[in-house]
């Protein structure tokens, strides 16, 4: 009898043991959302962890094919979800005909209104697909827009809203770069530059050409002061490297700066026009993180730290990273994961 009750105990501590075990999540596939099939990847060592689900820039700088190469070592801690948003990557390559015409571009027009719709018909499906009530948004650039939007109009969809690169007025900030660069162009007594930009004027501009030029004048100086992200990090993952996919990215780039930037003559609408979190984005009900690359021009801190200082939440925090830029490097990304552990209280 004695040894009966042992052989169960014995069975029952090794039943629970397996029943607590982690069960890792991998799945890439297409989803519909907003009436067309895009691209989601989610994965994570154990499904049960908190989930985040990553807003990318551009806004047709997608990150899923760089798989584990920034975010893996997250994976022990929360379920990861990249999206390649409407018009960019494979969610472009799925919709787009091939070869891709002018008229495609012209007759399926990104909004604002439409992109934000996608984000929160996603984050709805996430919840019911991996049975979460709360979902931590992570945002980047053109995807701090997305995220803060997505933010304010379903609270009750989200944990918390990080962002980093935090878009706040966009044609204000973008005066603001143009002006920065040209008073370093001219410390740095750089004639060429400093003729490129009186040819450019200053913004904003009725054309994504001269956006396109200033970014890169933007970018250059960017690049002179700031840590660079480490050269590994821009690897494809393996399933990504291929022609198909190389083409869609290029072709998805192209075709969501022309409705960001937006185009007068051929009568494109910039995403970015009404963008004014200042008027309209003041007040959240979830948590708020912002990171701020010390050395960004683009969203420059200046205009961020005002932008944290007015708004309201039930929590919030504003983390300057000392040598870090517009884009990510190493110190955006645990400034990140900082930020996301606090939100959560893991910390």
């Known amino acids: ?3 009966t009750f042992f052989l169960v105990l014995f069975f029952s501590v090794i039943s629970c043991g397996l029943a607590a075990q982690a069960k890792p999540i991998n799945e890439e596939k297409f989803v519909t959302i907003g009436g067309i099939e895009q691209w989601v990847t989610i994965s994570g060592e154990n499904q049960s962890k908190p989930v985040i689900l ?3 820039g551009g806004p047709g700088s997608t990150m899923s094919q760089y798989d584990d190469a920034i975010y893996g070592y997250w994976k022990k801690d929360f379920v990861l979800v990249y999206w390649d948003q409407r018009g960019a990557g ?3 390559g799925r919709n787009a005909p091939d070869p891709v015409t002018e008229d495609y571009w012209m007759e399926n027009p990104l909004t604002l209104e439409r992109m934000t719709a996608d984000g929160i018909e996603l984050a709805e499906y996430l919840a019911r697909h991996l049975g979460k009530r ?3 948004l992570v945002g980047t650039s053109w995807g701090s827009v997305l995220g803060a939007k997505m933010a304010l109009a379903r609270p009750d969809l989200f944990s918390a809203y990080i962002g980093h690169a935090q878009v706040v007025n966009f044609y204000e900030g973008f005066a603001h770069a ?4 040209s008073k370093m162009a001219q410390d740095a007594k750089d004639q060429e530059l400093l003729d490129k930009l009186k040819e450019l004027g200053p913004p904003p501009y009725e054309n994504a050409r001269k956006e396109g030029q200033l970014m890169r004048v933007i970018k250059k100086y960017e690049r002179q002061n700031s840590t660079p992200a480490p050269a590994s990090w821009w690897k494809l ?7 198909k996919d190389a083409k869609d990215r290029y072709n998805g ?3 969501s700066f022309l409705y960001s930037a937006g185009h007068k003559k051929m009568g494109i609408k910039s995403m970015m026009a009404g963008v004014n ?5 003041l007040r959240y009900k979830i948590p708020v993180f912002l990171i701020q690359g010390e050395e960004d021009i683009l969203t420059p801190k200046e205009l961020t730290k005002a932008y944290f200082d007015k708004l309201k939440a039930p929590k919030k925090e504003f983390e300057l990273v000392p040598g870090a830029a517009h884009g990510h490097n190493q110190a955006v990304v645990d400034a990140q994961y900082r930020a996301v552990k606090k939100s959560l209280n893991l910390q």
């Open 178 to 181: 143009y002006n920065k660069v």
């Open 90 to 92: 494979r969610t472009f």
């Open 277 to 281: 979190f200042m008027n309209d984005g």
């Open 237 to 243: 993952a393996s399933s990504y490297d291929n022609e």
């Open 134 to 136: 709360n979902i931590t």
């Open 253 to 255: 780039d192209d075709y």
């Open 54 to 56: 990553f807003l990318h």
């Open 1 to 3: 009898m004695k040894h």
